[in-house]
């Protein structure tokens, strides 16, 4: 099968149409992890701030995050990080 020139551009062209058309929702994306990247770094901050937090406290906070956000990538990520987020609003009474 012989492809003319004038059909191997336009096939090119519409295939580089088509990976245009999915950049927004990737730099959307990007947007919404560099977002929370910046709450991460500005929640670390924060802890400096926090009274009568000790090591045993520090490193169970920072083995449950770590535990979340590898979890998050997980396709069931959402039911399970909702039951997590209704019971630790349940223990410190917070409203849901």
Same mark, same amino acid.
């Given at each position: 099968?012989?492809?003319?020139?004038?059909?191997?551009?336009?096939?090119?062209?519409?295939?580089?149409?088509?990976?245009?058309?999915? /950049?927004?929702? =990737?730099? *959307?994306? +990007?947007? &919404?992890?560099?977002?929370?990247?910046?709450?991460?770094?500005? %929640? $670390?901050? /924060?802890?400096? =701030?926090? *009274?009568? +937090?000790? &090591?045993?406290?520090?490193?169970?906070?920072?083995?449950?995050? %770590? $535990?979340?956000?590898?979890?998050?990538?997980?396709?069931?990520?959402?039911?399970?990080?909702?039951?997590?987020?209704?019971?630790?609003?349940?223990?410190?009474?917070?409203?849901?």
């Amino acid at each position: 099968m012989k492809i003319s020139k004038e059909k191997l551009k336009r096939i090119i062209k519409e295939e580089l149409d088509l990976l245009e058309q999915e /950049q927004p929702s =990737d730099d *959307k994306d +990007l947007k &919404t992890k560099n977002e929370f990247s910046k709450k991460f770094l500005d %929640l $670390s901050k /924060q802890v400096r =701030d926090v *009274k009568n +937090l000790d &090591t045993v406290e520090m490193q169970k906070i920072m083995n449950v995050t %770590l $535990s979340l956000i590898k979890l998050a990538g997980s396709k069931s990520a959402g039911p399970v990080l909702q039951q997590i987020e209704d019971i630790v609003s349940k223990k410190i009474g917070a409203p849901q």
